[in-house]
């Protein structure tokens, strides 16, 4: 069984940086972080391969959002520079296989809020 425990949300001007953390229990898997605003699916932020050799970034946090990872302490890091507004969500961390989609991910923490103020 693999927990996840994030943390690091919080409130922000618009153009500042935020950075989340996601610590892992258990088994190593491929990581990723996913976002969601009320009445709308889960949307794919970003995701790093086990090995750390895949990374993928959706289009619109490209240039802005770095995901790193530490192996050994199995942790996984969303640096979340340049916000925007509508980067306001709740931010899940997720573990599995590697993908963009939710389903591929087995596992997922509880969610962390992230609001950027305008």
């Known amino acids: 069984q693999v927990q996840l425990v994030e943390s690091g949300g919080g409130l922000v001007q618009a153009g500042g940086s935020l950075r989340l953390s996601c610590a892992a229990s258990g088994r190593i898997w491929a990581m990723g972080w996913f976002r969601q605003t009320p009445g709308k699916e889960r949307e794919f932020v970003a995701a790093k391969s086990l090995n750390g050799a895949s990374t993928y970034y959706a289009d619109s946090v490209k240039g802005r959002f770095t995901i790193s990872r530490d192996n050994a302490k199995n942790t996984v890091y969303l640096q979340m520079d340049s916000l925007k507004p509508e980067d306001t969500a709740v931010y899940y961390c997720?573990?599995?296989?590697?993908?963009?989609?939710?389903?591929?991910?087995?596992?997922w923490g509880q969610g962390t809020q992230v609001t950027v103020s305008s």
């Open positions: 997720a573990a599995g296989n590697m993908g963009v989609i939710p389903s591929v991910y087995a596992y």
